[in-house]
């Protein structure tokens, strides 16, 4: 089978997460990415490695996509982060709004990430490939599903060429998503993101935080396997292999890998995938 990839980093805070990250992008370089991807801190709070690690990916003749998120920015800032971004040459944005630490107040000159999409698309005309963020699960502070799809839609004419769903292990949440989204006039794609499975404990922690439900099966199994990390490893790489497969075979644009900065268990997904 096979389908278009990109994987998403993070920006590493060490020399030595820094060195294993780019030993982790040439194990998955193989699997020929459309682009991969590096998170922004809610603030700017990781400019410097965002568009550092952004600079490796393109220094190594890969299409690099900078997350930039616009919850506290001034229009002044986020005028300069895109004519510095530019600069090097950077071509794809994943726009969103972010989220600020509690206690901070959202300040700033953009409410969401629509704005901030009209805002890039209005001084940059089309400079950039806009991605921006699809939540098939819901957002978890969206006022109604409702509200959350019509914010979606709006999001996505604003001026988006696609978009990145949230990690989700219901697949019928995604294409009930995504028919919906067409309804309303969005033909733009929608990619899945993926989380591989590797740890019990930090998908539980991700998955609260963001709204992603873990279906009670898959929640018990884990559970069950208490340390044992190489039944959690083995159990998590049948069941997002299965759901890849699932949404390959209901012909999705593509699939988004949420790598955590680790290939192995992406790299044995699409090996399973794709076999050679
Ligand atoms: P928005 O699209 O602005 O939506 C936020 C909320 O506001 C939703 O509840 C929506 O329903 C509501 N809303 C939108 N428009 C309106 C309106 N006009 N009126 C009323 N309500 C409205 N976070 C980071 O900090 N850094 C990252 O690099 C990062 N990367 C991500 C990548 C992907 C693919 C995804 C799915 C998420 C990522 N996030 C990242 C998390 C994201 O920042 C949070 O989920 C954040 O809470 C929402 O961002 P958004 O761009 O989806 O916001």
Same mark, same amino acid.
């Given at each position: 089978?096979?389908?278009? $990839?990109?994987?998403?980093?993070?920006?590493?805070?060490?020399?030595? #997460?820094? @060195?294993?990250?780019?030993?982790?992008?040439?194990?998955?370089?193989?699997?020929? +990415?459309?682009?991969?991807?590096?998170?922004?801190?809610? #603030?700017?709070? !990781?400019?410097? /490695?965002?568009?550092?690690?952004?600079?490796?990916?393109?220094?190594?003749?890969?299409? @690099?996509? %900078?997350?930039? %998120?616009?919850? /506290?920015?001034?229009?002044? !800032?986020?005028?300069?982060?895109?004519?510095?971004?530019?600069?090097?040459? $950077?071509? =794809?944005?994943?726009?969103?709004?972010?989220?600020?630490?509690?206690?901070?107040? *959202?300040? #700033?000159?953009?409410?969401?990430?629509?704005?901030?999409?009209?805002?890039?698309?209005? &001084?940059?005309?089309?400079?950039?490939?806009? &991605?921006?963020?699809?939540?098939?699960?819901?957002? +978890?502070?969206?006022?109604?599903?409702?509200?959350?799809?019509?914010?979606?839609?709006?999001?996505?004419?604003?001026?988006?060429?696609?978009?990145?769903?949230?990690?989700?292990?219901?697949?019928?949440?995604?294409?009930?998503?995504?028919?919906?989204?067409?309804?309303?006039?969005?033909?733009?794609?929608?990619?899945?993101?993926? *989380? +591989?499975?590797?740890? %019990?404990?930090?998908?539980?922690?991700?998955?609260?935080?963001? /709204?992603?439900?873990?279906? =009670?099966?898959?929640?018990?199994?884990?559970?069950?396997?208490?340390?044992?990390?190489?039944?959690?490893?083995?159990?998590?790489?049948?069941?997002? !292999?299965?759901?890849?497969?699932?949404?390959?075979?209901?012909? $999705?644009? /593509?699939?988004?890998?949420?790598?955590?900065?680790?290939?192995?268990? !992406?790299?044995?997904?699409?090996?399973?995938?794709?076999?050679?």
């Amino acid at each position: 089978m096979t389908v278009a $990839v990109s994987f998403e980093f993070f920006p590493p805070k060490t020399p030595e #997460g820094a @060195a294993k990250l780019r030993l982790t992008r040439q194990d998955l370089y193989g699997f020929k +990415p459309e682009f991969c991807s590096v998170t922004f801190g809610a #603030g700017g709070s !990781t400019q410097e /490695g965002t568009f550092g690690t952004v600079g490796e990916i393109l220094a190594e003749e890969v299409d @690099a996509a %900078s997350h930039f %998120s616009c919850v /506290g920015a001034s229009k002044t !800032t986020v005028r300069e982060q895109l004519a510095a971004l530019r600069a090097m040459g $950077v071509r =794809r944005l994943v726009a969103l709004r972010g989220d600020l630490p509690s206690g901070y107040g *959202m300040g #700033g000159e953009f409410h969401y990430a629509s704005d901030l999409v009209a805002f890039i698309r209005a &001084e940059t005309g089309d400079a950039f490939h806009i &991605e921006v963020a699809a939540y098939p699960e819901i957002h +978890p502070q969206a006022k109604s599903a409702a509200a959350d799809l019509q914010a979606f839609a709006a999001k996505v004419k604003a001026g988006a060429n696609s978009a990145i769903t949230q990690y989700f292990f219901n697949a019928d949440a995604y294409f009930r998503f995504v028919d919906d989204a067409r309804r309303l006039g969005v033909d733009e794609p929608v990619v899945p993101g993926i *989380m +591989p499975i590797t740890s %019990s404990t930090q998908l539980m922690r991700f998955s609260d935080a963001c /709204g992603a439900e873990i279906p =009670r099966w898959i929640r018990l199994r884990l559970q069950g396997f208490g340390d044992d990390t190489d039944s959690i490893k083995s159990f998590g790489l049948d069941v997002i !292999t299965a759901l890849c497969d699932q949404l390959c075979t209901a012909g $999705v644009p /593509g699939l988004h890998f949420y790598t955590m900065n680790q290939s192995a268990a !992406t790299a044995e997904i699409l090996r399973r995938l794709q076999p050679v």
